[in-house]
């Protein structure tokens, strides 16, 4: 971190004097453990991450605003109040590192930098947000009274013209037309002169364009120093952590699996019907067809069983039972055995192989005769749909689901046939199958239980659920 | 030099000059083009002696030429006055362009590794308006061609933008252009128009965008919410109006038949008031009013019929057709950002011969496309003066260009446009001089 040359912003003499949001003007001198560099970074990526799912399902401006307060209250609290701020500052500043080095992060990074600002600063009041105004040093000049009179039919047709109230006692500032590039562009001030009449709820336009324009610049910045030099002087020590962050997964890996989705062999087809993503049920049903999956398929398929709560006996029974149709259970036990123990952690190195996420299924590539991969993303547009009219997904949920997988949008096609096939809405979003799998079970025994157990945001990051008591299975077939 | 011209009387206007191309433009270059204009022009003042002048200035402006066989080359600089004229006289470019100012000389671009270093720092912020992108809305021409019953539409355009230009925007140095066959370039020169960014430069495209083209309805301009921006006002009442109800509605016939009057009502989104109208349309076909009359006496009706309507859509659907017919469409791509490149003023076009000469944009009215010196033309003009200057023994030594009928067009450049520019330049330059002077004295002090 620089030296900063002025400080007026890193430590909070009194929590109420300090302005609650920052411009991120200089980096602040303090001292920053090495733990909380990298957890407070994260949590505030959970917050970006969040943003961009937000963004990308089309919330509207109020839904966003709503949104970012329940992110930001959730992921960056702090008990020690003085240490709120910290937390902000230090997350944002290490988040540069991560996202200066190349023009895609940057770009996302600016992006959701700005939209996560835009609506805090929405959420403050009028009063505050002029004091905020007023220490951002920005270029604005409120009207004088002669002035305003001069323009104010003008300032009211303008105001009519957007849907808006005119106040005749609100504030306007007067600014070059040159500083509000968003306001000109869609006619929304009144100009003359070159100096464009900006109302105080406009304001928060102003304030945003300087907030990117100067992060806009500073990543820039950012990545040379990063490149010339931090790079490789925190090589062992801060640079590995930044170069992990921005491809993280930030959720539960599922490794260790909670008792109440532990599944036993008996209930797989079912639970495979009524709970497995399409990813999984994909390959669930290749295997019980051909008896067989290849190494990827295995893997995949293998691993979310794992995580689902399949132990390691319950394991090799399974894919013994399927096998052996096909290959006899001599070679299974000599050729195939071996790799499941080793996916449980019992063979070589004993590494606890994780199940993968979304991200890692997304990006794997099969081949002829595989199955694995994300189904959104491989299957041919009449296989998708069949595969989904099996799973139950109404006419209308499907071309949802199809005009999010034409832009790409694979994780959201799953999140939305899961809202279609489960009939409750899903708003963390899927990004991992042992999540969609845990998901779907909560909601099924909701249903049974004749209530809807609320999806907090801390499905986001992974938080263990409300507790059901002891293990509830579904004594009759799945409730679509 | 006598080139073989046909004598004035055989001219005639738009007579193809292809093969003899090159060699009238040689003359063109040698005698007519304004070399010393466009120099002065791009170097905005930092040609003089003063310290505040930077002397690198002009040396960072690309120049691009369009040379014989779509030969073409970018990036091209030169350091003064006489550079340029003898790399223009020697190459003969049937098209130059002018980009933007850069932060390195464009010939030297790829010395600088990395990036960020060679950028645009300064452009002019640019408008182009073709004719071609209103062909489905003039019925007289089509493509190419232009005609004085079309042409007015290029008229309403410049007036329409011109005072936003210099009354919303406060810009002062405004360029109007002939794009040499069918179109209008728009130079705004003022330092705070050069110096926009790409995203400033778009935001005032986009405030000027209106017309938003083709999409899957028919609908091409929308206004929603119970009143019009200001800009909008303003360019319906003092342009728009008058212009579509007491000229295009006639020069088009735009309601006269069926074919042509269905094309407003599909802007309509009500069909009972839509049919209601063709209704009466139809039964009144065979009427003894006069051809031009029918336009405006069914404009009336059909306004009547919007404005009394209770329909909620058709609030401001009078508004929207006539937008629709004659708000300037723009070629947004242009203006949005510094690296793009436009034809200079003074360049000939190579498919009418015109000269790409300036429009006064308060007489708009009275630019005739039909009237501007072509090439041949003003050849066959240097001839005669070559030919009386012979007979009479007089040597007087004038400019030869300022008695061919380009000479109004430079003077009128040079008076309206060039010298008030340069002036302001001037000062601009000695008051951030003298700015600068004044803060290192002040820091100096303890």
Known sequence: MEIVRSNRKSTAAAADSVPALSLYRSAPSLEVRLEEFELYAIDRLRVLKGISDGLSRGKKPDEMEKLVSELWRVNMRHQDANEVMNKDIISHFVLRLVYCRTEDLRKWFLSMETTLFRYRFRLEGSESQRALMTDFNLPYKPLSHAEYEGVKEELSQVARSIGLPHNADSMFFKVHFEEVPELVATRKVFIQKGYAYVAMNQVASLVVTQFRSHLSKALVLTNRKWMSSIRDQEKDRLTPIVEAMSSSYLGPDYSQPKESTEISLKDIDQVANSSFPLCMRHLFEKLRETHHLKHGGRMQLGLFLKGVGLSLDDALAFWRAEFSQNVGSERFDKEYAYSIRHNYGKEGKRTDYTPYSCQKIISSTPGTGDHHGCPYRNFSEENLRAALRRMGVGERPMEEVMERVRNRHYQLACTLTFEAVHGTSCDSGVNHPNQYLSLSQRAMQSKVRGSSCPLTISAVIGDPCVDLGPTHQPTSPSVG | ?446
């Open chain 2, 1 to 446: 030099m006598e080139i073989d011209v046909c004598p004035p009387e055989q001219r005639q206007p738009n007579m193809s000059i292809e093969g003899f191309h090159a060699d009238y433009l040689k003359v063109f270059y040698g005698k007519l083009f304004p070399h010393a204009d466009i120099f002065k022009w791009m170097s905005y003042g930092n040609d003089g002696k003063h310290p505040a002048c930077d002397q690198s200035y002009f040396g960072r402006r690309e120049f691009s030429f369009t040379l014989d066989n779509d030969i073409y080359i970018r990036f091209q600089s030169f350091s003064n006055a006489t550079e340029m004229e003898n790399a223009i006289k020697e190459k003969c470019p049937f098209k130059i362009d002018l980009g933007a100012v850069y932060s390195v000389d464009p010939p030297k671009r790829h010395a600088y590794a990395g990036n960020n270093v060679f950028t645009p720092v300064e452009r002019e912020l640019v408008f182009d308006i073709d004719m071609s992108d209103y062909d489905d809305v003039r019925h007289c021409c089509s493509g190419a061609d232009v005609c004085s019953d079309c042409w007015p539409l290029m008229t309403a355009a410049i007036k329409v933008m011109d005072t936003a230009l210099r009354d919303d925007f406060g810009f002062s140095h405004i360029l109007w252009v002939f794009s040499g066959r069918r179109g209008v370039h728009c130079w705004v020169c003022d330092g705070r128009a050069r110096r926009l960014s790409d995203e400033q430069r778009s935001a005032v495209a986009d405030y000027f965008r209106v017309y938003k083209g083709h999409e899957n309805g028919l609908k091409k301009v929308s206004f929603v919410g119970p009143a019009l921006h200001p800009f909008l006002v303003r360019s319906y009442n003092d342009v728009l109006k008058s212009f579509f109800e007491e000229d295009m509605l006639p020069s088009q016939s735009l309601l006269a038949n069926e074919a042509r009057y269905q094309k407003i009502l599909d802007l309509i989104p009500d069909e009972s008031t839509t049919s209601e109208i063709r209704d009466k349309w139809n039964s009144n076909r065979r009427s003894s009013i006069s051809k031009e009359d029918v336009n405006i006496a069914r404009w009336e009706q059909l306004k009547h019929a919007l404005q009394s309507s209770k329909q909620k859509g058709l609030r401001r659907c009078v508004e929207e057709i006539v937008f629709s017919y004659t708000y300037p469409r723009l070629d947004i791509e242009v203006s949005k950002r510094m690296n793009h490149l436009l034809k200079a003023p003074f360049c000939v076009h190579p498919k009418t011969g015109r000269v790409c000469v300036p429009i006064d944009p308060r007489r708009c009215d009275e630019f005739d496309p039909g009237k501007v010196p072509t090439l041949s033309e003003l050849l066959g003009e240097l001839n005669d003066m070559d030919r009386v200057r012979a007979d009479s023994s007089s040597g007087l030594p004038a400019e030869e260009w300022e008695r061919t009928s380009l000479g109004k067009y430079i003077r009128f450049f040079r008076s309206s446009f060039l010298q008030p520019l340069l002036k302001s330049c001037k000062e601009e330059l000695e008051g951030s001089y003298s700015a600068k002077l004044r803060q290192s004295k002040d820091s100096l002090g303890w």
